[in-house]
């Protein structure tokens, strides 16, 4: 079973389209994030979510906008998409409640945007 | 969070033993080290973590320095999937994992 799952795993879309992409954990976990993974391979934080709520934000265009319909699921959606855009996004969730510091994230396999 | 310092890259020839060695002189005293690899495409994966005792589980050891200002993973017996971008990473409770550059890992054959 999978852990924690991305969809899709590719796209590719031109600039100025507005795309979404999902993320669902069966973990339990009450936390998820985002992060985006640039072409020289840094894996840096965009959002933290936790219980539906948002508790981070890092200096994310507003272009892009994440929605928590329920804690096992946080879905990123992004607007006007633009050449800078083009990474790969990483969904992660965790265990905050119980976090002494010593709960790991767990991540999905990526999504892959290109924009042409 | 602590900063933590690795080597670009290392060779490891398969069967044996991959020790990756990482500072983080600055960690402080609640922080945990953590070690997460992303084998090519794939999203970053847990391998193990600790606070000041040495750990071990089915996928590797994590020895910590006496002083906590450096740590060792190893893989007792790399094989070429272990090809993959190693990272160390100090966090305490209610801080993000930051990752860096990593350790790029090549199992030789």
């Given amino acids: 079973d999978t852990a924690v799952s991305q969809t899709p795993k590719y796209l590719v879309t031109q600039m100025g389209n507005d795309k979404s992409i999902k993320c669902e954990q069966n973990l339990g976990h009450d936390t998820m994030y985002w992060y985006k993974q640039d072409s020289k391979k840094f894996l840096k934080i965009m959002f933290s979510y936790n219980n539906k709520e948002l508790i981070i934000n890092e200096t994310v265009p507003n272009r892009f906008s994440p929605k928590s319909p329920d804690k096992a699921h946080l879905n990123l959606h992004i607007n006007s998409l633009e050449l800078g855009d083009s990474a790969v996004y990483f969904c992660a969730s965790s265990h905050t409640l119980l976090d002494k510091g010593n709960q790991p994230q767990h991540f999905g396999d990526g999504t892959r945007l290109s924009i042409l | ?109």
Avoid at chain 2, 18 to 43: D, F, K, M
Avoid at chain 2, 55 to 70: F, G, P, V
């Fill in chain 2, 1 to 109: 969070d602590a900063k933590t310092t690795q080597p670009t890259s290392m060779d490891c020839a398969e069967g044996r033993a991959a020790n990756l060695p990482c500072n983080h002189s600055t960690i402080s005293g609640n922080e945990y080290v953590y070690w997460y690899r992303q084998i090519h495409s794939q999203g970053p994966q847990y391998i193990i973590h600790g606070l000041k005792n040495n750990e071990t589980n089915e996928m590797a050891s994590l020895i910590i320095t006496e002083d906590r200002k450096s740590s060792t993973l190893i893989l007792p017996h790399a094989t070429l999937r272990d090809t993959a971008v190693y990272y160390c990473i100090v966090r305490s409770t209610g801080n993000q994992f930051y990752f860096g550059t990593g350790t790029s890992l090549t199992v030789i054959p």
